[in-house]
């Protein structure tokens, strides 16, 4: 059977690991870089990368950070100039302040973050936290809301902004949807369930969807079992505690979310880190590990865990999973992997890093992910063999003590997998899968062919624009609204603070009309705010470009 | 981006100038000071620049020539 795209009973995965082989088998390897401006990073051992990993990192010219510095120069001196007011009383104070009674403790607001905050964020704070009234899907409704001193408060005139496009909503597959076709299995979950779980799942709150989606998600991702959570960010909190305590040794990557680094915190380990992405820096540390063992005792680390992400949101760079894995077999540590971005988002089926590397999904201990990000409903899952998915359903603070899963978003994540598995009779899923791959390499490319300078791997849905200048990122985010399209600006303290950029998310519910007139925009807006700073031009060829590149998937 | 006048280009360097500055940010009195700020330090050093510049020039030409001729003095001698 050569044709992946027909729907079958389930076993896709299995033809697809097949497949994989296949091309190995026939000699099919890495090709070279192609143009001068792409930098191929360097891959140690041929064969463990069946196809190019190509990641950009491109560095701005010394001018554009020289301005950078001159900006926050002088944001910084008029910031002093606003505290000196405002202690002197010559200005209101809008902001949080210790008390008469408190001046003379240990003061709570000078550090740099709160001194950013009042001077610097305020100024820009109306391009975040907008309220939006519709569904996120690829276009949405937003609030109109006008400031009247300058951000510090705001009031909504009634009116509301409609079909803004959306580029910041993470909706990599377009299942954030409200057509009622869609929606009839939910609809009727709600009617029978109703809302309210009022339990956790160690009294009351095991329901027979929870059995029927854990079974599910076992099912998709190829491993023994699965349990789900009701919120992402408590899964990776929660459950990281349960698996590693004092004495064991936690490598986490520099980049990781905060829930990653809030569970290892709590958790009572030690926590080492590596440069992100960077396999001899990780190595260096493991051996540490092994040579030196624990800080004064000397004595053999319990557990070693590594901790990373498929894909990090704010670089939109993907892991590198097969020397993460020789290293971890090598150096006999565990490996946690958190695809709350990549799964469902890359992957020939839609099944993660896993399957975008052509590995077998026993190679990584613990599976992590969530479903607020391609599936369009909330909550998290751990998967991995029984044992350690038994151990997790008595020992996990999340299982003990918080409320499961509500039945209709459950139903919601059921409709989506069985949808992208093929067990609905469609192929609609894999089409999704599809669109989203085009989507994001047409949306890529043309950014780069622009000369906008883009972070990233080339097959990730997430995709940062660099803006650097701190003035460039209000007058981003509201010159996009005013054309009518929603973008999500981020600067400090999310990102280093000389790197601020937009972010945007890709998803197979766009069409390619909306994501030319993004690209128009943006291609109007970076003449005009001047952010084409990449010094290098791509081939004059493009379709001769993509064409040898992806030869290989199909 | 093509620019329909002069007016429009020289409209366009100044919003340049308010984003790398930060002034885009700033309220308008903030903005009033630091442009009378700006203003009033150009002025002064192209005040110094009219005033000493021609002086100095002169100065070191005269350096440098009186040392010329010093020198083909004593070679004359």
Known sequence: MANPSAVCNGHLHHHHHQKQNNLLKSGVCKKNGITKGMKKNGVSNGTLYKKTFIEHFEQAPMYVAVLTFVGFGVGTIFGYLRDFMRAWGL???????????????????QDFENFYTRNLYMRIRDNWNRPICSVPGPQFDLMERVTDDYNWTFRFTGRTI???????????LGFAETEPNALKTVTKELQKYGTGICSTRQEMGTLDKHVELEKLVA???GVDDAMVFGMGFA????????????????????LNHTSLVLGARLSGATIRIFKHNNMQSLEKLLRDAIIYGQPRSRRAWRKIIILVEGIYSMEGSIVRLPEIVSLKKKYKAYLYLD???SIGAVGATGRGVVEYFGMSPDDVDVLMGTFTKSFGAAGGYIAGKKDLVDFLRTHSHSAVYATSMCPPVAEQII???????GLDGTTQGLQRVRQLGKNTRYFRRRLHEMGFIIYGNDDSPVVPLLLYMPGKIGAFARRMLEKNIGVVVVGFPATPITESRARFCVSAAHTREMLDTVLNALDELGDFLQLKYSRYSKSSHPEL???TRFELED | M??????????WLYCQFELITCSYLMEPWEKLLFYTFNISMLVMISYTAYIFIPVHISTAFQFFFWLGWYHHNDIGN
């Open chain 1, 91 to 109: 200005e209101k104070r809008n902001i949080a302040e210790e008390r008469e009674q408190q001046k003379d403790f240990v003061p709570l607001y």
């Open chain 1, 235 to 254: 899964t990776n909190s929660m459950n990281i505690p349960a698996l590693v305590g004092k004495g064991c040794l936690i490598l986490s990557d520099e």
């Open chain 1, 415 to 421: 409709r989506a997998m069985k949808c992208l598995m």
């Open chain 2, 2 to 11: 093509d620019f329909k006048s002069m007016k429009n280009y020289l409209y």
């Open chain 1, 545 to 547: 470009y993509e064409e």
């Open chain 1, 219 to 221: 099912k998709f991702l």
């Open chain 1, 339 to 341: 695809e709350a971005h």
């Open chain 1, 162 to 172: 409609k079909n803004v496009i959306n580029m910041g909503s993470y909706n990599y």
